[in-house]
């Protein structure tokens, strides 16, 4: 089994297990549920190959749930483990056609979630990079924060930017972009995907939202209301949009 850096100084191997921060692991628990449900919707098997971007839990999850090899692609060296092999490569450098990464692939699924609001390359370029990588009628399941979620219109209603501001950690700079659904309906349509489904939810635990070391206690009676209550919001407004598309 062979290590690599990540950011914090965790190893690849603590960020799949989840080891390195426990909180975020809880925060996203229900959001790596969902994900894995649709993966065995999408048909998913075994001999499936999988290409999850930006390693977690989820890629240890998807993994062991499903009973096949996954790859995954981030900022930490190449590494390969028992049931996973991690691929480096920025995607921040697919503004750059001649960096592409062509080594790797082709793939029956590619997991996009959560990552595409931290890149600062215009999402066009990064995914007709992705769909150089998938096979055709293959699948892209896209995941991102929904950028007019009703806390966020609230937040600027009331004159507080709903953004956070950009970081100083080069490899965690948070959020440079958010989009709204319409938004990646064009994105992904115009670099070659078809549209099969679009969901609105809210999968993330509140009672853990503070994350940032892992070590932060719950907010279990807050939270836990704050989960019902996000809930109940319409569909539209709800912070979490997933998309399910597939390469024309």
Known sequence: MMSSSAPGG??????????????????HRPRFVFLLDLLRTCGATGTSRILDIGA???????????????????????ARFENVTHHRF????????????????????????????????????????????VVPGGALVLQTPNAVALRKRIKMAIGSHPFERIRI???????FREYTASELRQLLAGAGFSI???WFEHYFDVR??????????????????????????????????????RRI
Do not use: C
């Not at 080891?19 to 692991?25: L, R």
């Not at 960096?99 to 699924?109: A, M, S």
């Not at 950690?169 to 959020?175: K, L, S, T, V, W």
């Open 169 to 175: 950690q080069r490899d965690n700079p948070g959020h």
């Open 90 to 133: 920025d995607l921040n450098a697919a503004q750059d056609r001649s960096q592409w990464r062509l080594d790797i692939g082709p793939y029956d699924i590619i997991v996009f979630a959560e990552v595409l609001e931290h890149l600062f390359t215009a999402p066009e370029l990064v995914l007709q990079y992705l769909r150089e990588l």
């Open 208 to 245: 853990y939202a503070r994350h940032e070391t892992g070590r932060e206690p719950p907010s279990l009676m807050a939270g836990a209301l704050k989960n019902v209550l996000h809930r109940l919001v319409p569909p539209s407004l709800r912070e979490g949009i997933t998309i399910l598309a």
């Open 10 to 27: 965790a190893s690849i191997g603590q960020v799949i297990s989840g080891a390195a921060n426990p909180a975020y692991a809880a925060f």
């Open 196 to 198: 099969e489904r679009v």
């Open 56 to 78: 977690s839990q989820l890629t240890s999850w998807i993994a062991s749930e499903l009973g096949v090899h996954v790859e995954s692609m981030g900022l930490e060296e190449d």
